[in-house]
């Protein structure tokens, strides 16, 4: 199938920011985990029982996030969509204006553009919105465990004050860094579709490459000489 001019626009200008966007997100998750490791190894140390009952909530609450995280690619996909329609309206309308001029359809096609840049605001608010949300919900969740965590090693597990103090610190390092990766992962989802939108066109680009019927090149090891010309 022929590729239209506006796929390639959109390829290269929208799609490509997001996927800049997911490459930095991938880095930040594997360097927030690396560092979130270290703090979950200190506090097996300390209290091994306690870390392992904690980290089992914090996958709880994770688990609840499971459905806004389909809802984060969804509207990934349909952002997506809407600005791949949005770039084509615009492209055909530049290839036809003076047939747009001429026929008076100026004020349908600026009503058609506006359709599709209110609509792509409106997945763009949507997943803030959801995302806002998500993140208020961990931050909340994750406070609550932690004054589980303390009531539970100073009241049941009889855990010394000094390794209570030295775990509550670890905790409250530990969460935000949780929260962190959480986030990262749902912007994550979110950029995946124009990452898949991208990788397609690069395919199809590589598979319409003309192949060389020129032969190998002239090699030369020393100069290029010419005389009487």
Request: hydrophobic content about 45%.
């Amino acid at each position: 199938a022929r590729t239209h001019s506006a796929e390639f626009s959109h390829a290269l200008t929208v799609d490509i920011g997001r996927v800049e966007d997911a490459i930095f997100m991938w880095l930040q998750i594997v360097t927030i985990g690396t560092i979130t490791l270290g703090y979950v190894a200190t506090a097996l140390y300390l209290s091994p029982p306690i870390t392992l009952v904690t980290l089992g909530m914090g996958c709880v609450l994770l688990l609840m996030l499971r459905r806004r995280h389909q809802n984060s690619f969804n509207l990934g996909e349909g952002l997506t969509q809407t600005t791949q329609r949005v770039h084509q309206h615009i492209a055909e309308y530049l290839a036809g204006l003076k047939l747009a001029k001429s026929g008076n359809v100026e004020k349908r096609l600026s009503a058609v553009f506006a359709e599709g840049m209110q609509q792509a605001r409106e997945y763009a608010v949507e997943f803030t919105r959801k995302h806002s949300a998500a993140q208020g919900f961990f931050r909340i969740g994750g406070a609550g465990l932690l004054c589980i965590l303390v009531y539970v090693a100073l009241a049941i597990a009889a855990v010394p004050v000094a390794s209570v103090l030295a775990l509550a610190f670890i905790f409250a390092r530990l969460f935000p860094q949780l929260s962190q990766i959480q986030q990262s992962y749902e912007q994550l989802l979110h950029a995946l579709p124009a990452y898949s939108a991208y990788s397609a066109m690069s395919d199809r680009c590589k598979q319409a490459v003309e192949p060389d019927t020129g032969g190998s090149p002239y090699t030369f090891t020393n100069e290029i000489r010419l005389e009487a010309v």
